[in-house]
Nanobody
């Protein structure tokens, strides 16, 4: 089992920044992917950004050039630096850890961007 603890959500004005953190613990495999998904009210959960243990990354087109994902493998922690935030970024953000066994999810953290 893998446990994920998220932090860093909150309320920010449009154009501002937030940094999300997610620490994984438990049975961690060296080959994995960690990332962030988000779900806005009435919408499906969508991938925001993902980073693999080797360092490669994926981003949703809507956040490219504004969000940066990074990880500290020694701490099993993934970060999401969110800059130039827009009201449409408002959602619950979920941390995800995936390996050959499947996916594990955090409890979610609310990000609200006011206009």
């Amino acid at each position: 089992q893998v446990q994920l603890v998220e932090s860093g959500g909150g309320l920010v004005q449009a154009g501002g920044s937030l940094r999300l953190s997610c620490a994984a613990s438990g049975s961690i495999f060296s080959i994995n992917a960690m990332g962030w998904y988000r779900q806005a009210p009435g919408k499906q959960r969508e991938l925001v950004a993902r980073i693999f243990s080797g360092g490669s990354t994926n981003y949703a087109n809507s956040v490219k050039d504004r969000f940066t994902i990074s990880r500290d493998n020694a701490k099993n922690t993934v970060y999401l630096q969110m800059d130039s935030l827009k009201p449409e970024d408002t959602a619950v953000y979920y941390c995800n850890y995936g390996d050959w066994r499947g996916d594990y999810w955090g409890q979610g953290t609310q990000v609200t961007v006011s206009s």
